[in-house]
């Protein structure tokens, strides 16, 4: 019903900048677009917990991690359907499997993985020191 298809992911050393995309789509007319979606970006390093790195409600209210805001930029297109990550000065702690993530319905704050209703297949990113 629902598709989410990451891409950009990929190996950077220290400081660098990695743009991540994903192209979201309906299979068919759905009540989940006519009630308008949240979206965000997750990541999971070995061994954690899947994570919320940041959210954008369907009005376009986003929430950051802590340990990524200044750096990373959500951004959303309707149009095109896409949701992309713009990150920079990336760290070795950011080194994750990052995966899009979508809610129907209108969600503020940095909501919990449980709570997603759909994912990507997700992307690795790979920051070297």
């Known amino acids: 019903q629902v598709q989410l298809v990451e891409s950009g992911g990929g190996s950077v050393q220290a400081g660098g900048s990695l743009r991540l995309s994903c192209a979201f789509s309906f299979s068919e007319y759905s009540f989940s677009e006519y009630k308008g979606t949240s979206m965000g970006w997750f990541r999971q390093a070995p061994g954690s917990e899947r994570k919320g790195v940041v959210t954008?409600?369907?009005?376009?209210?986003?929430t950051y991690a802590d340990s990524v805001k200044g750096r990373f930029t959500i951004s959303k297109d309707n149009a095109k359907k896409t949701l992309d990550l713009q990150m920079h000065s990336l760290k070795p702690e950011d080194t994750a499997m990052y995966y899009c993530a979508l809610r129907v319905g209108d969600y503020d704050g940095l909501w919990s993985a449980s709570l997603v209703q759909y994912w990507g297949q997700g992307t690795q990113v790979t920051v070297s020191s």
């Open positions: 954008i409600g369907s009005f376009g209210r986003t």
